[in-house]
């Protein structure tokens, strides 16, 4: 069945260092692609989406591009803030019609000054 | 005021009782999602429903059951709690024809002694 796969954590970085949450997922056809992100002691919120292959979703400095070949949708930001710890979930829904969301692990960023 | 709601935030109950989490939204939405997070093993999809009239068993819906009172509220039932149920537990909203972002509410911490 389709799945999503993100590296383990904690990722520990000092604050301004570059980061990236590998994020790979296996599914049928073309899925759309999600990182959600959970501050301490909050529910889940998106922090981005990309919906077809090569297509590049970005927030609030973090980027991710979908890419069809390696099934991947890799997490980065040039440079993280103190404000950025937290645990990010990369996400995919299938393409059928009357599917949710599968989620990933889970990966748990804290970010030192 | 917040969109998505939960009640209780915090539960603690004993072995064999009955709980109910409850979630409202007024988003509007017309699906609806219960999950629990456990540490390492992220999200887990218990159920979820599209519409007042369709409820789907998610990936790990054994031991609890769900009931769509009205498109704005979907609770989630424990009828004999048992400790490897504690988790937080998450309701989430979307919208078939706003696209695939799934809205969170803030969390159920639930705890069976």
């Known amino acids: 069945g389709d799945s999503v796969t993100q590296m383990e954590g904690p990722v520990t970085l000092s604050e301004e260092a570059f980061l990236t949450i590998n994020c790979t997922y296996t599914a049928t056809g073309y899925p759309s692609l999600f990182w959600y992100v959970q501050y301490p002691g909050e529910g889940l919120q998106l922090l981005l989406k990309a919906t077809k292959a090569d297509d590049k979703g970005s927030n609030k400095g973090f980027e991710a591009t979908y890419r069809k070949e390696t099934t991947s949708f890799h997490l980065e930001k040039g440079s993280v803030q103190v404000s950025d710890s937290a645990v990010y979930f990369c996400a995919l829904r299938p393409p059928q019609a009357g599917t949710a969301l599968i989620f990933g692990k889970g990966t748990t960023l804290s970010v030192s000054s | 005021d917040a969109d998505v709601t939960q009640t209780p935030r915090n539960r603690i109950t004993k072995t064999g009782k009955r709980i109910m989490l409850e979630c409202s939204q007024t988003?509007?939405?017309?699906?609806m999602y219960w999950y629990r997070q456990d540490p390492g093993l992220g999200l887990r999809l218990i159920y979820y429903?599209?519409?007042?009239?369709?409820?789907n068993k998610g990936e790990i819906s054994d031991g609890y059951s769900v009931s769509r009172q009205a498109q704005a509220k979907f609770s989630l039932s424990l009828e004999s709690a048992i400790p490897n149920q504690t988790a937080l537990y998450f309701c989430a909203t979307n919208d078939q024809g706003g696209g695939d972002t799934q809205y969170f509410g803030p969390g159920t911490r639930l705890t069976v002694l």
């Open positions: 429903s599209f519409d007042v009239k369709d409820i």
């Open positions: 988003k509007g939405h017309d699906r």
